[in-house]
């Protein structure tokens, strides 16, 4: 394999984002050969791996990428076309279910959370944007479901103007029939009411919604004052929901990586496959772990 300087892939210095051996033996089968139309054929499919990967991690603008990776055009060129063949959903799960298998789990979850998360959109141009008045965020909405786990099982992007249930049944409308074990589904009070029915009508699955425990020292009528003060000190203080508290971590993993602490995709369908190709670059770190 040559880069731009004619380098083989073995000289170059490695990066932090790059793939080991262990992990490109895992992703290798899940990635299509190159196309007879392929651009710059020269290039492994390995080393256009590790540059989308440097993008993600760096969050580096596309023509900005290091000279001794593959040219920016050709890397961009087989990131659309893999998006727009379904390569990014395919990897997800195939590597979820091969996690879901190393921690003693069927392949398929039978439960699900539902989350969004609104972040803002950088300058440039693009479809799907709006304001998320409740929020007081311009810019896109995700909306991701996760297993148990914490593993991504479908994301869609929309703008931030879009309610949950309404950015939320454009997801799940997708995903009829591709998760039968699927029998209950938990999120918060922006997924009930309407979307409870929807949910049952559409995938038949059942909807547990997680609220928010109520405070019950706020009532203090003619409470003693002393043990007022004390049960708002002992309810003071990060509290983790149960269940909810799993999709916000994954949604936590998601913008940790730079490329994803903002929206910076002219296309809703980029931002998707961004959001994918991040979750499954964790999965394959738990499969085959960078350090021993």
Not at 54 to 65: F, I, N, T
Not at 105 to 121: G, M
Not at 126 to 143: A, F, L, N, Q, V
Request: hydrophobic share 40%.
């Amino acid at each position: 394999m040559k880069s731009r300087k004619g380098k083989s892939a073995i000289s170059r210095q490695t990066y932090p984002s790059d793939l080991t051996d262990a992990q490109w033996a895992i992703l290798e089968p899940l990635i299509p050969p190159a196309a007879p139309d392929a651009p710059h054929l020269m290039y492994e499919r390995r080393e256009i791996a590790n540059a989308m990967l440097y993008v993600l991690r760096s969050g580096c603008p596309w023509r900005m990428l290091p000279h001794d990776l593959p040219a920016w055009d050709t890397v961009y060129w087989y990131f659309r076309r893999w998006q727009r063949e379904g390569v990014w959903e395919q990897i997800l799960h195939a590597l979820r279910k091969q996690v879901r298998i190393q921690h003693d789990r069927a392949p398929e979850p039978s439960a699900a959370i539902i989350d969004s998360q609104s972040l803002k959109t950088s300058a440039v141009r693009g479809p799907e944007k709006g304001y998320d008045s409740g929020k007081k965020i311009w810019g896109r909405k995700r909306h991701i479901l996760v297993d148990t786990q914490g593993n991504v099982l479908a994301v869609k992007v929309t703008a931030a103007s879009r309610s949950d249930q309404q950015g939320g049944k454009r997801m799940l409308e997708l995903l009829v029939g591709l998760f039968p074990r699927i029998k209950l589904v938990w999120g918060d009070s922006h997924y009930a009411g309407d979307m409870i029915l929807w949910l049952l009508q559409h995938l038949g699955w059942l909807t547990e919604t997680i609220r928010r425990p109520v405070d019950s020292s706020s009532d203090q009528g003619t409470c003693d004052l002393a043990t007022t003060k004390k049960e708002n000190a002992s309810s003071s203080g990060f509290r983790p929901l149960p269940r909810r508290w799993v999709v916000e971590r994954s949604l936590a993993w998601i913008t940790r990586w730079r490329r994803l602490c903002r929206d910076h995709e002219g296309l809703p369908a980029s931002s998707e496959a961004f959001i994918m190709l991040a979750a499954s670059r964790r999965m394959l770190s738990l499969l085959a772990p960078p350090f021993p």
